[in-house]
């Protein structure tokens, strides 16, 4: 049984599977992480990114496969979370920007669309690392454009089999994955999707479709992707009010109504059999007057883009208030950690570190809520730095992110502040605070390993300088004073210790007490941090 | 030849006996402790005393300028010798001691009386006193004294380091929200004085590293020029010391004039503040 074309409920279908598999699969994609420690959030991110992605797409109740696909985009996008989410969220958009315009798509459409999202997705990180996921996609793309079939299950099949090879040889790429005996973990959840997409397909038991695809409404307004997306930021996921009268002979209300459906919202058809007057808010104002002229004669068009009556409001609104001259967004975890931030100059701290990743659409909420148009945003995590990125690119409000990747470098930046500053000093003096400090993390191993010559146990303490593994061991003690003869070079150094929930504390200050005598002349400082997962954070400076 | 006066105020932070020694006239502010009589800035309350009573018991302390009577008694006292006065002062942003001062001089019609703003405070305002008495002492004529104070008025730096800004806040001598930032994680703020006014500068943690950031900050601006300097503590002799040591030999200067900081200041600044004068020698 050959399938020729996939509309937009197969690629519900496939996104559904998708979102099953990687939820089943999510923990153990986890848990393939370089170094042992409990961060491994990418199954877990992904699956969040895809799950925002599916909510989308199947509130269009169109079987169109473009819109399907905008919309999965949209989903993907406002959901990212993660470096890996941020990646297939830019592979959904490069999907998206390929189907646009199609109503259904061929073999050689989709293999054009994974060719597109492999693109947007290189284009979306700064250096591609290859053995990543990013190799996983090119390799899946390739796959589809070298197996010239029309049947669509083939290509499938063929994609999924690329993409196998590919994320098996990620270790021969990445020495770290080959260090650690594992394969890539983005990569991973990528071949889940596309195992999930191709499962879901063959249970679907699709009957053979024609190979012709109907002609698609080729008047369809070319909405850019960004500005439903920047719509979808501020509540408006629909953009257009399109309104218009239909004048002709027994007109088919109620059918005009459920076609239109599909398009948007705020929907109204009323009138009679000789004239209708018609309402609604749409992406696709096009495609509405495309429908409606297939009844009769359109007269009275309008057609207003909501996005900017909206942000003319909102900036007349916005005269009255104070507002900063630029407010800071800081990511952190723990009710010490949190405190601090703000007493240091944060408008807010969202919640989020290793484990939790705040999405691209948790930055944009909060950006638009804080009172300035100028937002400052501390990621204090790496794998948050690309969704605060993206949402940089989506915001209204002019953000800057300063590429903190821990809590000590988010601290020491915002310990820079200096309120007689404008922005740009401000930003720069931030960036320059990052280099200032240096970051020990204390965690437990998420299972055995052998990493430099250290065989590491499940469970066992490790101990992490600047994201570098340097020591394991079951006792504290040992662990700590590890790190400070690494860590502690001559004197006048100031140690912060951030001590996370769970911890003995006095364990702790008997470790200080001996580490202030051992390294006289530098100050050691502990503070109640209360973060999860890390044992300890640890600053020096 | 016109006898020419030097007349200040008591939060110039002069040690006795350099005041002794060029006969300045020092007109004290006041601090006043609770519900308690004011008491006399360096007269009825020396810097130990008062720290004593600021760090051990946890009095806080206000302050207020002397009254234009208090100046015109001075003032008129002098004058009636024949002398001519130069009343140099702390900076009119921070206190109404030279309003008193103007006012005073506006009662003693026919006197040749100049008050100045000095835009600066403690050592700052104590070098410039210093340098125009010494200037006086050797026969320098009121004009060429008065070019040299208006010279000093423009290039003397204050540098200070504090161990809160909470008294700074409480005084009102700095915006209530940056009293807000750093209360925690032992920070210092550095802080200056830019136009007479208390400016912050950085947010450093940890008092020594404060110290060493301090002797940075004042290496670059002060450069490779000559300078008279000066180091105020009050009171933190062992971070005096610190900053002496590294601070000192980085610069081109004689021996810095060592001082205390007075109840007036350290009502203002708290305990354990620390700071650094320096102005290019003329």
């Keep these: 049984m050959a399938v020729y074309s996939f509309d937009g409920d197969d690629l519900k279908t496939m996104l559904r599977g998708a979102v099953d598999l990687l939820e089943q699969t999510k923990e153990e994609i986890d848990s393939l992480n370089v170094f042992p420690v409990p961060d491994g959030d990418t199954g877990t991110n992904m699956y969040q990114t895809l799950s925002s992605a599916l909510k989308e797409a199947l509130g269009i109740e169109s ?37 646009h315009s199609k109503e259904n798509a061929s073999a050689a459409d989709i293999s054009d669309a994974l060719e597109n999202g492999t ?96 002609p698609t409404a080729r008047t369809a307004s070319r909405v850019q992707g960004l500005l439903d997306f920047q719509s979808s930021a501020q509540s408006l996921s629909f953009n257009y009010c399109t309104e218009l009268i239909i004048k002709g ?86 009710e010490g950690i949190s405190s601090i931030m703000k007493n240091l100059g944060a408008d807010t701290v969202l919640a989020g570190g290793q484990t939790f990743n705040p999405s691209t659409g948790e930055f944009l909420e909060i950006a638009a809520q804080v ?73 437990r191993a998420v299972r055995n390993t052998t990493y430099n010559d250290m065989v590491i146990k499940k469970g066992q303490l490790i101990g992490l300088v600047d994201g570098d593994l340097i020591t394991a061991g079951d006792d504290m003690s040992k662990v700590f004073n590890d790190i400070l003869k690494k860590i502690v070079e001559g004197s006048g150094n100031l140690v912060t210790v951030y001590y996370g929930e769970n911890v003995n504390i006095n364990e702790i200050e008997v470790l200080l007490e001996t580490a202030r005598v051992k390294y006289s002349g530098n100050d050691f400082e502990l503070q109640k941090g209360g973060q999860p997962v890390y044992d300890l954070i640890i600053s020096v400076e | 030849m016109n006898k020419i006066r030097i007349v200040t105020d008591s939060t110039a932070d002069l040690p006795k006996e350099l005041i002794d020694k060029h006969r300045i006239v020092v007109v004290p502010l006041k601090v006043i402790f609770n519900d308690e009589e004011p008491l006399l800035d360096g007269v009825d309350i020396e810097t130990e005393q008062f720290y004593r009573r600021q760090v051990e018991k946890k009095e806080y302390s206000r302050t207020s300028q002397p009254a234009p009577a208090e100046f015109y008694n001075v003032f008129s006292g002098i004058t009636a010798s024949g002398a001519s006065i130069i009343s140099i002062h702390l900076s009119s942003a921070l206190s109404g001691t030279c309003q008193s001062a103007w006012i005073a001089r506006e009662m003693l019609p026919g006197s040749d009386i100049d008050v100045i703003d000095s835009k600066s405070a403690s050592m700052g305002l104590g070098l410039i006193v210093l340098e125009a008495a010494r200037a006086a002492d050797n026969g320098k004529t009121k004009k060429e004294i008065l070019d040299l104070i208006g010279k000093m008025i423009s290039e003397t730096k204050l540098y200070f380091v504090v161990d809160t800004l909470e008294y700074l806040a409480r005084g009102g001598r700095i915006g209530k929200a940056q009293a807000l930032l750093g209360t925690i994680l032992s920070i210092k703020p550095l802080l200056h004085l830019n136009d007479g006014m208390v400016e912050p500068l950085e947010k450093v943690r940890g008092k020594s590293r404060a110290i060493e950031r301090l002797a940075q900050l004042v290496e670059e601006k002060a450069g490779r020029q000559r300078v008279i300097c000066s180091i105020v503590h009050g009171v933190d002799q062992s971070g005096m010391e610190q900053l002496y040591k590294r601070l000192i030999p980085r610069l081109k200067c004689g021996e810095p004039v060592l001082s205390t900081l007075g109840a007036v200041i350290g009502t203002h600044v708290g305990p354990r503040a620390l700071g650094v004068t320096w102005v290019p020698e003329s």
Aim: net charge positive; aromatic share 4%; glycine share 8%.
């Design chain 1, 371 to 443: 009172p300035s148009s100028k937002v400052i945003i501390l990621p204090n995590n790496k794998n948050i730095i690309l969704a605060a990125e993206q949402a940089r690119g989506l915001s209204p409000k002019e953000i800057t992110v300063i590429p903190a990747r821990s809590i000590p470098q988010g601290i020491s930046a915002l310990l820079s502040l200096n309120p007689d500053n404008d922005f740009n000093t401000t930003v720069h003096k931030m960036k320059e605070a990052l280099s200032a400090v240096r970051t020990v993390e204390v965690t």
């Design chain 1, 119 to 214: 693109q947007m997705a290189y284009r979306a990180v700064m250096i591609p690392v290859e053995g990543t996921i990013l190799t996983v996609v090119k390799k899946s793309a390739e796959g589809a454009a070298n197996r010239h079939s029309r049947d669509l299950l083939r290509v499938m099949v063929a994609v999924m089999k690329s993409a196998i090879t590919a994320l098996q040889k990620t270790p021969d790429l990445l020495p770290v994955l080959k260090q650690a005996g594992v394969v890539d973990a983005g990569g991973k959840g990528f071949v889940t999707i596309l195992e999930g997409a191709l499962q879901a397909l063959k249970s679907a038991s699709p009957t053979a479709k024609t190979p012709s695809p109907k």
């Design chain 1, 249 to 334: 002979n027994n007109l088919p209300g109620d059918t005009i109504k459920a076609q239109l459906f599909p398009f948007g919202d705020s929907l109204m058809v009323v009138g009679d059999t000789s004239t209708i007057k018609v309402h609604i808010h749409s992406n696709h104002p096009g495609l509405v007057l495309e429908c409606c002229l297939k009844y009769g004669s359109l007269s009275d068009l309008k057609i207003n883009n909501m996005s900017e009556q909206y942000n003319e409001f909102i900036s007349e609104d916005k005269k009255n208030e104070p507002g900063k001259p630029f407010a800071i967004i800081s990511v952190g975890a723990g």
């Design chain 1, 63 to 99: 079987n169109h496969i473009g819109l399907v696909a905008e919309a999965c985009a949209r989903g993907g996008l406002i959901g990212a979370r993660g470096n890996s989410g941020v990646i297939l969220s830019q592979v959904l958009q490069g999907f998206a920007l390929s189907l």
